[in-house]
C-alpha cells in the first residue's frame, strides 16, 4: 500500500508529519459540501410535469410537482364514478373519447388547485397522436397552458 502522505502535505503541511493512522482518521472526516445551485437556475425549472400512462383497459394522466417529487393532481378512467358511469352508458374506458374526458377533469381539478401551466413528458414511444392527443388538446381547453 502506498502512503499518501505527501498529498495530504501539500494542503496542510503539518498533516505531513503525522502517524498513518491519524492522518487516514483526519482525511476521513474531511467533508466537501456540495455545490448549491444558483437561484437563476432554480427559477426556470419547470416545477409541474404532465406524465399519460395508457393501459389496454384504462387512461391516466398526473401532474407532479417535480422539486417534491410529489402528485399534485391526477385522474384515471379507474376511478369508480367513471366507470360506473361509463358502464351504464356502455362507453369505452380505454379509447380517444376516454381520453379526452380524462384530460378535461384533470385540467378542472389543475385550476382548482392553482396550477396554471404544466409541461409535458412523452415517454419515447408516445407521440402527439390519439390518445396523447385528445389528453392534451383536453388539458389546453379546459385553460390549463402547456409549456
Known sequence: MQNNSHIAANFYPFIAFLPR????????????????????????????????H?????????????????????????ETVLREAWAKTQQSTRDVS????????????????DIPAVSIVYKKDQRYHGKVRAVIDSLREAGVKLL
Open 21 to 52: 493512522d491519524q492522518l487516514f482518521a483526519i482525511l476521513c472526516y474531511m467533508v466537501i459540501p456540495p455545490p448549491v445551485k444558483a437561484q437563476r437556475i432554480t427559477n426556470h425549472l419547470k416545477p409541474y410535469l404532465l406524465k399519460m
Open 54 to 78: 395508457f393501459s389496454n383497459k384504462y387512461v391516466s394522466a398526473q401532474v407532479i410537482h417535480a422539486p417534491t417529487a410529489t402528485v399534485a393532481a391526477a385522474a384515471s378512467s379507474q
Open 98 to 113: 376516454a381520453a379526452a374526458k380524462i384530460g378535461k377533469m384533470l385540467g378542472e381539478r389543475l385550476l382548482i388547485k
